[in-house]
């Protein structure tokens, strides 16, 4: 079955970037999906922050799109987030998963990655 | 502040139907359809419903969702202890361009 796991630094000091690397397994990565990336911080709920298709087109939430890049590798069959300036505020657990859509307005995350916790902090 | 507007608790006992509401706008249910995400303590969402009101192999039919102009809930029946969790409804909002969330219900049964 598809599976997605996170991988990358736990602890990213303020104002420096966050790095997150999904690797994707059971599935290709140009398969016709889109992919994407959802944080939560803790205690808190979900928030959709970007999501690429593998010829590298990207929708990204326009509160994050000043310091989101979001980039696939085809050859490793995974995608990565780029979060620059972090704050505190950035801290949450990340999650990246597959987006399956049957037409523009109709789609879901299914399935999702373990998720990673990144804590901002000197 | 979450997009879409649900209650942030909701509680039943064992084998009763419980609803969870999901409320939003014009740019996103009024014109787009909605999942449904589970996620128990310390892991992720799990697909629960998508498109207003199709389970993905495996869920059971006790969960059932529905869609209604700029509403949509998330009905459980039978509610057994295991339910426990918290419940995000989310669509996609031709606004943001892109996919929205609820704040999330966190479902007790007593």
């Known amino acids: 079955q598809v599976q997605l796991q996170e991988s990358g630094p736990g602890l990213v000091k303020p104002s420096e970037a966050l790095s997150l690397s999904c690797a994707v397994s059971?599935?290709?990565?140009?398969?016709?999906?889109?992919w994407g990336w959802i944080r939560q911080p803790p205690g808190k709920g979900l928030e959709w922050i970007g999501s690429i298709y593998h010829m590298g087109t990207t929708y990204y939430n326009p509160s994050l799109k000043r310091r989101v890049t979001i980039s696939v590798d085809t050859a490793k069959n995974q995608f990565s987030l780029i979060v620059t300036s972090v704050t505190a505020a950035d801290t949450a657990v990340y999650y990246c998963?597959?987006?399956?859509?049957?037409?523009?307005?109709?789609?879901?995350?299914?399935?999702w990655g373990q998720g990673t916790l990144v804590t901002v902090s000197s | 502040q979450s997009v879409l507007t649900q209650p942030p608790s909701a509680s039943g006992t064992p084998g009763q139907r419980v609803t969870i509401s999901c409320s939003g706008s014009n740019s996103n249910i009024g014109s787009n359809t909605v999942n449904w995400y589970q996620q128990f303590p310390k892991t992720a969402p799990k697909l629960l419903i998508h498109?207003?009101?199709q389970r993905p192999s495996g869920v059971p039919d006790r969960f059932s969702g529905s869609q209604s102009g700029t509403s949509a809930s998330l009905a459980i029946s039978g509610l057994q202890s295991e339910d426990e969790a918290d419940y995000y409804c989310?669509?996609?909002?031709?606004?943001?361009?892109?996919?929205?969330f609820g704040g999330g219900t966190k479902l007790t049964v007593l």
């Open positions: 998963a597959r987006y399956g859509w049957l037409a523009v307005g109709a789609g879901w995350f299914d399935p």
């Open positions: 989310a669509a996609w909002d031709d606004s943001l361009i892109g996919p929205v």
């Open positions: 059971g599935d290709s990565i140009s398969s016709g999906f889109y």
């Open positions: 498109s207003n009101d």
